[in-house]
């Protein structure tokens, strides 16, 4: 493997949505080498718990623990502090929790840091809105007005102020919070469909290489990978389309 196709693997965290961690193994061991990042979300960390992280950081892969902790600062600090503990890579709050929640999950990863110099500081970024979030959801059943562009800029520029290092978003949000964020600000994007595959319950997205020339730092791609009939085959599709951008 080339060391673009490399660096682009890198910035591809490959979903592992499943209700069984036979299922993600068996995932994973076809994707043997590619040193792409792993995700953990709710389903499959329910069922297999922090061993399964540490399974997956012994096998070298960097992990995104994407459970969206959004409760009390203070339950949030110490759920921060038992993530930071597992060695994760990457871990996210949601953004609608406030300033001080989100200020609190930094606080409790620097406490897990004091505690075990050999750990590293995860990535800690906020959601913004789902990519299921349409316009009428947004202002009809969540209660916020304008647009949903402008929500996700507004929870950008809060998160970048409780000191987190970037947001979950849709791609088409990307330009504008690197315009009111900084280049340095993460984006972490969801909602990534290769040509031809279905949008299934994501309302905004676009392509892997859509996405990259937004300028995104990270993209987030689940069933075009899991469903495939050769999760390898289309994972090496999107790398490639990756490094075309």
Do not use: W
């Amino acid at each position: 493997m080339t060391s673009s196709f490399n660096q682009a693997a890198g910035r591809l965290m490959v979903a592992l949505d499943y209700p069984a961690v036979d299922e993600a193994r068996n995932l994973i061991k076809s994707l043997e080498d590619i040193p792409c990042y792993m995700k953990i979300g709710m389903q499959l960390y329910y069922t297999a718990g922090p061993d399964f992280v540490r399974e997956l950081k012994n096998l070298g892969y960097s992990v995104f623990l994407d459970l969206k902790m959004h409760d009390i600062p203070n339950t949030v600090k110490g759920g921060a502090n038992s993530i930071t503990r597992l060695g994760v890579d990457m871990f996210n709050v949601h953004a609608a929790g406030g300033l001080k929640m989100m200020s609190a999950a930094r606080e409790g990863a620097r406490e897990a840091l004091e505690a075990n110099s050999s750990l590293k500081m995860p990535l800690i970024i906020a959601v913004t809105q789902l990519t299921s979030t349409n316009q009428g959801m947004l202002n009809e059943e969540i209660g916020i007005p304008g647009t949903v562009e402008d929500a996700v800029v507004s929870y950008a520029e809060l998160t970048k102020k409780a000191g987190l290092d970037g947001v979950v978003a849709s791609p088409l949000e990307v330009k504008s919070i690197k315009e009111r964020c900084g280049l340095h600000f993460q984006t972490v994007t969801p909602g990534i469909r290769p040509k031809g595959s279905a949008a299934g319950d994501q309302s905004r997205t676009l392509t892997p290489g859509e996405a990259m020339r937004q300028g995104t730092d990270f993209i987030v791609v689940g069933r075009p990978i899991t469903a495939a009939p050769s999760p390898r085959e289309a994972l090496e599709q999107i790398i490639e389309e990756m490094k075309l951008s």
